[in-house]
Every structure is written in C-alpha cells, then in structure tokens.
C-alpha cells in the first residue's frame, strides 16, 4: 500500500510542479489580444467564408501541402467565437501544453530516464526564444499544431528504427503528412530522417535509400508542387525575398541559421545583446550609443559572430562529455546517439528558413519553436547524466543551471506578456471608445484619427496598432451588421488573400459600395482629397486624437 502511494506521489509532485510554474510563467496569457495577421484573416473570412480554408487551390494542393489545417482553426474560432480573444488564447495554450506532453514522451523514449524527460519538457515549456510561435495568435493555428504532428512522426520514426516496425514508418510518414497541412515546418525531417538511419543502424546508402523511398517519393512531390508555385504563381504577386543575394548568400545562410541557433536557444536575445552592447562600446567606442550604427553593430554584426562563437563552445563542450560515452549497439541508442541525433534535429530545422529575411542576429521567434525541442533533449540528456554524477559538486552546477535557465526565460515571458496584455487593453479601450461615440454608422463615414506619439518605428503610426486601424474598425462594424463584408474584397480574389481594404499598418483611404462609404485617414491633406471627391457631409467625419502618454483616446472637433 505504501509502495502505491510512494509511485503516485513520485508521478503527481513533478506534475504538479510543471502545472504551478506554467501557471506563474503564463499568468497573463489569457489577456492576450490580436496583434497584427489575426486582423487579416478575419476579415478575409468575413468577405469570403469557407473560401478561406481552400484559397480555391486544387485538392492536390490542398492534400499535399497547403496549410489548410491552420486556416480551419482559425475559421472553426472565428466563426465561433469572433473577437472573444481568450478562446483563441486556450486553444494556443494546450497545443504547448500537448507539445510540450510529447517532448517529455520523446525524451523519455530516448533516455529510459524519467528525471532527464521531465527536465526536457521543462526547458521546452519554458523557452522564451520561440514562445511567440503559440502566443501570437496570427501563427499560432499553424505553427503549434505542426510540430504537434512532427513530434508524433519523430516518435514514430524512432520505433521503426529500434524494432524495424514497417508500420510505424509509414504512420511516421503519415504524421509528417498530416503536419505539412498546418506548416511546412517539418520539411527538414526528410534530410534527418536518413542522417538518423545512417547513424544508428549504420548501414549503406543503397539500403537507407531504399527504406527511405516513401518519404523521397513524398518530398518530390512537395518540391514540384513548391516549384511550379514559384514560376507559375497563382496570385497577383509571389515574391521570393533572402536576406542575401544570389546562390553564395543561401549557402551562407546554411551555415549561419543553424550554427547560431545552438547557443541562442539557449541564450534569449534579450541576454545576447545586453552582452553585444557591452561588446560594442569596448571594441568601437566611436559609435554612439542610441544610434542606428549602433544597433546594427550589437544587433548584426557582433550578435551574429557572438552567437556562432558561443554555438561552437557549446558543441566543444558536449564533444568533451561525449567522448567519454561509448556507441551504442546496432540498434539501440546511447547517450552519444541521442544528443548527435538530437543535434542534428536542433540544426537542421532551420533550414526552412534560410531564404527568409534576417533583420538581426535572431530569426523571428516562432522559427525557433520546433528546434526548441530538440535543444531541451539535448540539454535533458547532459543533465541528467551531471546529476547522476558522484561528484556533488556537477550535481549541483547542474541544479544551479536548470534553474538559471528557468527563471531568465519565465522572466521574459512574463515580460512579453505582461507588455502584450497592456497592449490589448489599449487596443480594447480604443476600439471601445471610437464605437462608444459612432455606435451607428451614416451611410457615408471617415474616421480620422492622430496622435502625439510614434509606433513601431513609424512617424505616420499614432496609435498602437500594428495592423491598420482602419480595418480593424471594419471589421467592427461588419460583425455588428453595419458593413457589407464586399469592403473586404479587392480587385480580385488574390488580391483580396494577399493584402485587403485598409490592413496594412498606415493604410488610409475611401472606398464606396453600392451607396454606402467607408473611411479612414491620419493625414489631414489626404482626408481633404478624398472629402471633395466623394462628397462626404462634413458631419460624417468623426475625429479622435490618442494621447499615448495617458493611454486615452479623445474626440477632436
């Protein structure tokens, strides 16, 4: 009876301490509110219906690789829930909370050690670098769900490759399929999953080959369909950016996304650069602090070379603890197969990325999410093995580094969202205020809104939106029945999908449909033009001015 009641105590403390510091790290999150690309697809889901979730692509295209699970939640949430902002926060929360479940399964699977898979999921739990893969709600539907099912194709992988179960590889192919309809996010699994074949089982390229053909077959597929997207776009506009040029940049990028992700993973920007600003002061004492030469230095130039310095310390470090450890048998994982192998999971998810743009050091966040996994298996393996250790001294270093770990990256989350939340109730209040006093809408309507201070690095943006205002009140008024959703529609179809009436951030201007006319400006000048051509009665045109200072917006006459 005893024995029972030590296992369950055993199982429910860790437990239980997982929930109380979720709960602490993500106290705020339910307050959380629209951001940016949510805006856009509402209103793309208000002018078109269910067309958002095909995008009226072919069902190869949709059953390949598409995205079409991302864009049903969100429809599933929208049409059900509308701006109702926490239920949007919930079902964000538990795909972490699943794939944060299926991180410690992993690790457990791996390490035959119940204390390094709790580790693991904490540090996944935890990680501040790629959180707003599930706090922004514009790609949460996406990204979160993805590497729900990528995770599940891993597990199913790894099976196959320790008892050479044939249908656990094709239900790993299926996961992969089934996370390709939420995110590509998982296209590097078909370049890890014959590297892991040939690490373990350590056999010929013929037979990796071979084993391999479904997934080969699969991707083929994927990149034609990629191709033929890139040449013959559907859309009006299908613009591939890098943040280098040419063949020699990519291959740069190669090198750099994955190396520098090592140690940043670990190591929040918010951390790099305290340390890059230091750096940059010493080193050039000539820039001025404050100026943009000055950022890019911290932010570029030295955070991109101290990233990679501190990734390749770290990985002398881990070759250093592994060259003690021995191979595994053939078929069978040991503590050296399952930090390379996770190692190569950590790397190699960043080569989806490496056309994307970089602006600094640091990719966006939600890039960062699936190789938060693989870093907290590799950093729950090495510790659990400090803490076996007889030497009292590693044990506690590594206690002391768990926690260090915990505690900088819960405190910025609770930052984040601490700021986001403060954010929303901005964005609520302004919302609220400009219905308050226009709670029905003239046949012919302009909104014309200014304010004293700038956002976002934007002297046009007065008011803190990082989506256009005017949209946001379209959509508004769409939902209350004041507008036809035809005010959403473009010229055309994709035209409408890739942009939209009024989304982008300093969006202004007017538009009429059959009779009725919407409106939204901040400079006064452009307001006149549109006044005179449209004939608006001057007691239609409601202006507001936002005092940033105080948070309040008010009517100007």
């Known amino acids: 009876m005893k024995s029972n009641v030590r296992r369950e105590l055993k199982f429910a403390i860790p437990l239980l301490i997982l929930i109380m510091i979720a709960a602490v790290v993500f106290w705020d999150f339910p307050a959380m ?35 079409i699970g ?57 990680n501040s670098v790629s959180h707003q893969a599930f706090t922004w709600f514009g790609t949460m539907a996406g990204s979160t769900p993805s590497v729900t ?69 699969y991707g083929v597929l994927i990149a034609i369909l990629r191709m033929s997207e890139i040449f013959a776009p559907a859309g009006e506009t299908n613009v591939l950016i890098t943040s280098r040029s040419g063949l020699g940049g990519i291959i740069g990028n190669l090198f750099l996304y994955p190396v520098s992700a090592i140690s940043q993973l670990f190591i929040p920007s918010q951390v790099m650069y305290t340390w890059t600003e230091r750096i940059v002061a010493i080193v050039f004492p000539a820039i001025e602090p404050g100026t943009t030469a000055f950022d890019l230095a911290s932010q570029v130039t030295v955070g991109n070379a101290l990233s990679v310095l501190l990734s390749i310390a770290l990985l002398l470090f881990i070759g250093i603890i592994l060259k003690k450890e021995k191979k595994g048998k053939t078929g069978k994982m040991a503590k050296r197969e399952i930090v390379i192998g996770s190692l190569l999971f950590l790397v190699l998810s960043f080569l989806p990325y490496v056309f994307i743009r970089k602006g600094e050091a640091f990719l966006e966040p939600r890039y960062y999410y699936a190789g938060a996994a693989g870093a907290a298996i590799v950093a729950g393996s090495i510790i659990e093995g400090f803490l076996a250790s007889k030497k009292r001294f590693v044990a506690l270093a590594s206690v002391f ?120 400006f901040w400079d006064k000048t452009t307001l006149a033009d549109a006044v005179r051509q449209y004939r608006v009665d001057p007691n239609n045109i409601f202006s507001f001015y936002y005092r940033g200072q105080t948070h309040e917006l008010v009517a100007s006459p």
């Open 33 to 67: 509110y629209f951001q940016q690309d949510e805006w856009h697809s509402f209103g793309f889901i208000v002018s078109e219906g269910i067309r958002y979730i095909t995008l009226d692509h072919s069902p190869l295209q949709l059953l390949v690789s598409d995205r």
């Open 70 to 126: 991302a864009r049903a939640i969100m429809y599933g949430l929208f049409t059900r829930f509308g701006l109702v902002s926490q239920w949007y926060a919930a079902i964000a929360f538990l795909f972490h909370l699943v794939n944060t479940y299926l991180v410690y399964v992993l690790a457990s699977f791996l390490f035959k050690n119940k204390t390094g898979a709790r580790i693991a999921a904490l540090l996944f739990l935890v």
């Open 149 to 217: 099912f990528l995770l599940l194709s891993v597990l199913a992988y790894l099976k196959f490759l320790q008892e050479d179960n044939w249908r656990a590889k094709y239900l790993s192919l299926f996961f992969l399929w089934l996370s390709f309809l939420f995110k590509e996010t998982g296209l590097f699994l078909f370049v890890l999953y014959p590297l892991w074949y040939l690490l373990l089982k350590r056999g010929k390229m013929g037979k990796t080959v071979r084993e391999h053909l479904p997934f080969i077959a």
């Open 401 to 520: 580094i768990v926690c260090l770990f915990v505690l900088t990256h819960a405190s910025i989350i609770r930052d984040d969202l601490r700021f986001q939340k403060q954010v929303g109730e901005e964005r609520r209040s302004i919302i609220n205020t400009i219905v308050r006093r226009v709670p029905v809408l003239p046949p012919k309507v302009i909104f014309y809104v200014i304010g004293d201070t700038s956002y976002y690095g934007l002297g046009e943006l007065t008011i803190p939106f990082q989506s256009g205002l005017g949209q946001v009140l379209l959509l508004t008024y769409s939902l209350k029945g004041q507008i036809d959703p035809i005010f959403f529609r473009e010229g055309s179809f994709m035209q409408t999908q890739d942009r939209g009436f009024l989304y982008d951030t300093i969006d202004q201007g007017y538009k009429e449909v059959a009779g009725r006319g919407f409106g939204y």
